[in-house]
T-cell receptor, first 113, second 114 residues
């Protein structure tokens, strides 16, 4: 079945460092891919998405490219801030046109000043 | 603030009991989604409603049921509770016809079964 695997955390970086959080997936067909962010004490927020191969999703300085050949959707940011400290979830759409998302386990990012 | 309101924030109850979790979606959103987040299972999709109709179903237990009312709020009913049902239950909403994914999540209801 469909699944998502994220790199294990926590990831600890200094402010202004480069961020990569790895995400790979297993899926039949051509799912859409998503990154969500969960700040402490809050619900998830959609960060970015890509709906087909080679699409690049971007938002708030974060980027991720849908790589069909490597079944990956790695999240990157060139310069992280303390305010980026959160849990990041990679997800794929389990069924088209439904909210049936399959989430990875989440990666905790801690950014130190 | 996502605009999605979940009540109560915390719920402590005993095994065998029944509880109801409530969700008010963001204004104008027609889709409501329920997710369960636990340490061992992670985030699991339970069920989705669109404008009062069931749209998609995940691995929702038979002891669990949900509905969406005409005013678009939704309730998740959990019965015959077990210790393993302890989790954070999220509601989310969206309004993107044709591409329905949860955009706005509430802060969750933390259920503790003792």
């Amino acid at each position: 079945g469909n699944s998502v695997t994220q790199m294990e955390g926590p990831v600890t970086l200094s402010e202004e460092a480069f961020l990569t959080i790895n995400c790979t997936y297993t899926a039949t067909g051509y799912p859409s891919l998503f990154w969500y962010v969960q700040y402490p004490g809050e619900g998830l927020q959609l960060l970015l998405k890509a709906t087909k191969a080679d699409d690049k999703g971007s938002n708030k300085g974060f980027e991720a490219t849908y790589r069909k050949e490597t079944t990956s959707f790695h999240l990157e940011k060139g310069s992280v801030q303390v305010s980026d400290s959160a849990v990041y979830f990679c997800a794929l759409s389990g069924e088209s046109n439904t909210g049936k998302l399959i989430f990875g386990q989440g990666t905790t990012l801690q950014v130190k000043p | 603030d996502s605009g999605v309101t979940q009540t109560p924030k915390h719920l402590i109850t005993a095994t065998g009991q029944r509880v109801t979790l409530r969700c008010s979606p963001r204004s104008g959103d027609l889709s409501v989604y329920w997710y369960q987040q636990s340490l061992d299972q992670g985030l699991q999709f339970l069920i989705q409603y669109y404008n009062g109709e069931e749209r998609a179903k995940g691995n929702i237990l038979e002891r669990f049921s949900a509905q969406q009312f005409p005013d678009l709020h939704s309730e998740l009913n959990l019965s015959s509770l077990e210790l393993g049902d302890s989790a954070l239950y999220f509601c989310a909403s969206s309004n993107h016809p044709g591409q329905e994914v949860p955009l706005h999540f509430g802060n969750g209801t933390r259920l503790t079964v003792t």
